[in-house]
């Protein structure tokens, strides 16, 4: 089992920046791939960013150039570094782990999940 816990979000304007945090315990954190999705009120969850075992990334388009995750073996953290926020980005984020052999962005391929945390970017 692992265990998740996402902190990090809250309100801020337009432009404005936010930086979610997610950590983690339980099992050898270096081992998963790790993600960030969000989902919107009456929307599906969408894949935000995930970052692989050795450090590889990989973005939604509609954050790319934008949000930056990064994560910190040596802490078990991975965070989502959020810039340029716009009213769209407005979703509860959650992180997610997969231990499966190939980075993906897609929900279902994700183990374990947190708990997600409320980013609010008012217009």
């Known amino acids: 089992q692992v265990q998740l816990v996402v902190s990090g979000g809250g309100l801020v304007q337009a432009g404005g920046s936010l930086r979610l945090s997610c950590a983690a315990s339980?099992?050898?954190?270096?081992?998963?791939?790790m993600g960030w999705f969000r989902q919107a009120p009456g929307k599906e969850r969408e894949f935000v960013a995930a970052?692989?075992?050795?450090?590889?990334?990989y973005y939604a388009d509609s954050v790319k150039g934008r949000f930056t995750i990064s994560r910190d073996n040596a802490k078990n953290t991975v965070y989502l570094q959020m810039n340029s926020l716009k009213p769209e980005d407005t979703a509860v984020y959650y992180c997610?782990?997969?231990?499966?052999?190939?980075?993906?962005?897609?929900?279902?391929?994700?183990?374990?999940w947190g708990q997600g945390t409320q980013v609010t970017v008012s217009s």
């Open positions: 339980g099992r050898t954190f270096s081992n998963y791939h």
């Open positions: 970052i692989s075992r050795s450090g590889g990334t």
């Open positions: 997610a782990a997969d231990r499966a052999t190939a980075l993906s962005g897609r929900a279902g391929e994700y183990d374990y």
